[in-house]
């Protein structure tokens, strides 16, 4: 089992990162996310169409909630060049990834009513209660706390997929999370963490940890969620 | 004087919008704010350069806690598209107009800490406060009562504005507040105000009310500050 401090966990390794510990604290959540069978049947082109089509309505329900978070990140950051990596990746969520859940809904026959305010699973309802809170709880640590494991998670699954299925809305689904912009964004997002999180007193290092952690596991019960 | 609520400015008004009212009832600091001799100096170009470059320095300063407000409001708006607009005039905040401050501080010989976290004045600091807590304490709506009128008057003002100095930071500072998609932008931001603000109770209507005319009130003191 990982260090339960951070400070325990950097006295052996010359380069710790904050966040590689969150990641270690994680698992086997972790693990569990990054290779769950949705991603699986995601990649080689057999998952269901009834359960992306579930999945899919339900992560644009949770996206608001997302781009909420990312827009208090904003209001949170210290510095004016991190308030701007912030907004040009708000503006990837808000229009590229809106456009591709226009036309995937399109695709899939989702009517209207449901893309906007659909009936949301238990998980979803979760989800957006932990991101919300530690927003609006907590300071930039704790809005890191859970989007970092949201896009890294996003990050890594992607990464560790070959196949290009057919049907666009799979494929591309894959693809706006192995772009080299994506990655590079995940990186600074990570390196935020690793700069501001060691400067925290033990208390709120604890509850970025928490935070952290429940986001993973979240994830997973999401993904789980779609076969429900 | 204006009717001292929406509902008595409304009942002889056929299309009377929340804003308008709002406007009215924060003068005679409106008017002061648009004419204010700060503007009227930037438009013929006889500003000093110590009064601008003070005047750039605060800006700047405030400017952080703008995109701060803005990022919340990202959080707060009800809807995905109401969150990508605000997205887009982040990125116009963050890119063209942060662009915009660096070469006028090159120009002018300001010095990197003076950028980065300059002894601020207190109408400066006030108006932060005033931001800050609007977005924190508030809702969507009250955010937008510090925003509509701190975008808005420098619509009004700029539009009222025919000449095109010489100096590129003046000549600038007045396109980039005569640009029709700024235009566009504060019409749509105030048309929300307008939608959300007459269905808030009336204890939460007054407090717009009182964000709103605190905000321009601020906005002349600034100008004024930029002489001190």
Same mark, same amino acid.
């Given at each position: 089992? #990982?260090?339960?401090?951070? @400070?325990?966990? !950097?006295?052996?390794?010359?380069?710790?990162?904050? $966040?590689?510990?969150?990641?270690?604290?994680?698992?086997?959540?972790? #693990?569990? !996310?990054?290779?769950?069978?949705?991603?699986?049947?995601? !990649?080689?082109? $057999?998952?269901?169409?009834?359960?992306?089509?579930?999945?899919? /309505?339900?992560?644009?329900? &949770?996206?608001? =909630?997302? /781009?909420? +978070? *990312?827009?208090?990140?904003?209001?949170? +950051?210290?510095?004016?060049?991190?308030?701007?990596?912030?907004?040009? &990746?708000?503006?990837?969520?808000?229009?590229?990834?809106?456009?591709? &859940?226009?036309?995937? *809904?399109? !695709?899939?026959?989702?009517?209207?009513?449901?893309?906007?305010?659909?009936?949301?699973?238990?998980? $979803?309802? +979760?989800?957006?209660?932990?991101?919300?809170?530690? =927003?609006?709880?907590?300071?930039?640590?704790?809005?890191?706390?859970?989007?970092?494991?949201?896009?890294?998670?996003?990050?890594?699954?992607?990464?560790?997929?070959?196949?290009?299925?057919?049907?666009?809305?799979?494929?591309?689904?894959?693809?706006?999370?192995?772009?080299?912009? *994506?990655?590079?964004? /995940? @990186?600074?997002?990570?390196?935020?963490?690793?700069?501001?999180?060691?400067?925290?007193?033990?208390?709120?290092?604890?509850?970025?940890?928490?935070? *952290?952690?429940? $986001?993973? =596991?979240?994830? /997973?019960?999401?993904?789980? =969620?779609?076969?429900?």
């Amino acid at each position: 089992m #990982t260090a339960d401090t951070f @400070d325990r966990y !950097a006295a052996d390794r010359a380069d710790a990162r904050f $966040t590689d510990w969150l990641r270690e604290r994680s698992e086997p959540d972790w #693990t569990e !996310a990054v290779e769950h069978g949705f991603v699986a049947e995601l !990649a080689d082109g $057999t998952v269901d169409d009834a359960v992306f089509r579930r999945y899919l /309505v339900q992560d644009y329900a &949770f996206v608001g =909630a997302l /781009v909420g +978070a *990312f827009g208090h990140a904003v209001g949170q +950051a210290p510095t004016m060049d991190a308030k701007g990596s912030l907004t040009e &990746f708000l503006g990837t969520l808000t229009d590229e990834e809106n456009d591709y &859940f226009e036309r995937s *809904f399109d !695709a899939l026959g989702v009517p209207d009513d449901e893309r906007a305010d659909p009936e949301r699973a238990d998980v $979803t309802e +979760a989800f957006e209660d932990l991101l919300v809170r530690a =927003a609006l709880q907590g300071d930039y640590e704790e809005t890191l706390a859970v989007l970092v494991p949201a896009e890294w998670i996003y990050l890594s699954w992607a990464s560790g997929t070959g196949g290009t299925p057919d049907e666009f809305y799979l494929s591309e689904w894959i693809g706006l999370h192995q772009d080299p912009a *994506f990655e590079a964004f /995940v @990186d600074w997002l990570r390196g935020e963490l690793d700069r501001y999180g060691p400067a925290l007193d033990e208390r709120r290092r604890r509850r970025v940890e928490r935070l *952290f952690r429940r $986001t993973v =596991a979240l994830e /997973v019960q999401f993904f789980d =969620a779609a076969y429900e």
